[in-house]
T-cell receptor, first 117, second 109 residues
Framework: DTGVSQDPRHKITKRGQNVTFRCDPI?????LYWYRQTLGQGPEFLTY????????KSRLLSDRFSAERPKGSFSTLEIQRTEQGDSAMYLC???????????????FGPGTRLTVL | GQNIDQPTEMTATEGAIVQINCTYQ??????LFWYQQHAGEAPTFLSY????GLEEKGRFSSFLSRSKGYSYLLLKELQMKDSASYLC??????????FGKGTMLLVSP
């Protein structure tokens, strides 16, 4: 399977706990994106990386959220002091582009469904 | 602003044709995408338009009019498995996508 993979697929946690999700992009894709999706809504952009550099973060992204892509391959998304409002599907996507302007297609992983009790 | 509007729900009959509309309001337009998403699954890429006109891929076609900020996804010969949410997404900046809320399509026998 050479698609985007995410781990875990499901996570249940108690309010106030920290959680970390992992995303493995399609091999050799240099761009990696994190989105969040709640029921009845489209995916909402959180942040993205080109190689190991984090190039953009949504203004909606709380400082409790942090993402890394240390070697330009897999990425982790950490949520500290989780709140019930953080319950959502967290989607990772990857793409490849050779130029600065981007019209590259993003391919999504299966997502991690987070439930905060 | 980056308002993307698409109908919330649509219903159609197996074998029929359905058109899902999407309008957007943004500057720096850099392409429009359509994704299909089945319940509980990740979005899967269907089509991409950056120039005006119709792009056809099998049973699915997508149209774009940049001057009108308008796109549609056309699904022909509907099958039961086409029941899903269809997401319109606009690339208006460096790389990120802004999604609409999705159109839930229900195909009935």
């Amino acid at each position: 399977d050479t698609g985007v993979s995410q781990d875990p697929r499901h996570k249940i946690t108690k309010r106030g706990q920290n959680v970390t999700f992992r995303c493995d992009p399609i091999s050799e894709h240099n761009r990696l994106y994190w989105y969040r999706q709640t029921l009845g809504q489209g995916p909402e952009f959180l942040t993205y990386f080109q190689n190991e550099a984090q190039l953009e973060k949504s203004r909606l992204l709380s400082d409790r959220f942090s993402a890394e892509r240390p070697k330009g391959s897999f990425s982790t998304l950490e949520i500290q002091r989780t709140e019930q409002g953080d319950s959502a599907m967290y989607l990772c996507a990857s793409s490849t582009t050779s130029g600065r302007t981007s019209t590259d297609t993003q391919y999504f992983g299966p997502g991690t469904r987070l439930t905060v009790l | 602003g980056q308002n993307i509007d698409q109908p919330t729900e649509m219903t159609a009959t197996e074998g029929a044709i359905v058109q899902i509309n999407c309008t957007y309001q943004t500057s720096g337009f850099n392409g429009l995408f359509w994704y299909q998403q089945h319940a509980g699954e990740a979005p899967t890429f269907l089509s991409y338009n950056v120039l005006d006109g119709l792009e056809e891929k099998g049973r699915f076609s997508s149209f774009l009019s940049r001057s009108k900020g308008y796109s549609y996804l056309l699904l022909k010969e509907l099958q039961m498995k086409d029941s899903a949410s269809y997401l319109c997404a606009e690339n208006s900046g460096y790389s990120t996508l802004t999604f609409g809320k999705g159109t839930m399509l229900l195909v009935s026998p």
